[in-house]
């Protein structure tokens, strides 16, 4: 069974910025999309940014302009977050969906505040 493991989590400081990491234990096929989610304490799970097969890249409003998703290569996914505001706050959470499987990673928690 395929684990993702997040990294690179913390205390920023309002309008720093993080680089989120994701590891994959090893090769998934047939995946649709990939990307990164969050929750905050009391909120549901949210998508951030993902990437799908073809390429195609979706941003939340809320971090459009701010964060970047993008691939280092087949096993590892990068979420750069700049401009941290307070409202980003919450654990995040990476996922690959493929054909066959849904995979979570255990999260990492990010903290926005001074």
């Known amino acids: 069974q395929v684990q993702l493991v997040e990294s690179g989590g913390g205390l920023v400081q309002p309008g720093g910025s993080l680089r989120l990491s994701c590891a994959a234990s090893g090769l998934i096929f047939n995946i649709y999309h990939e990307g990164w989610y969050r929750q905050a304490p009391g909120k549901q799970r949210e998508l951030v940014a993902r990437?799908?097969?073809?390429?195609?890249i979706n941003y939340a409003d809320s971090v459009k302009g701010r964060f970047t998703v993008s691939r280092a290569d087949a096993n590892t996914l990068y979420l750069q977050m700049n401009s941290l505001k307070p409202d980003d706050t919450a654990v995040y959470y990476c996922n690959v969906y493929s054909r066959t499987a849904d995979y979570w990673g255990q999260g990492t928690q990010v903290t926005v505040s001074t």
């Open positions: 990437i799908t097969t073809g390429g195609t």
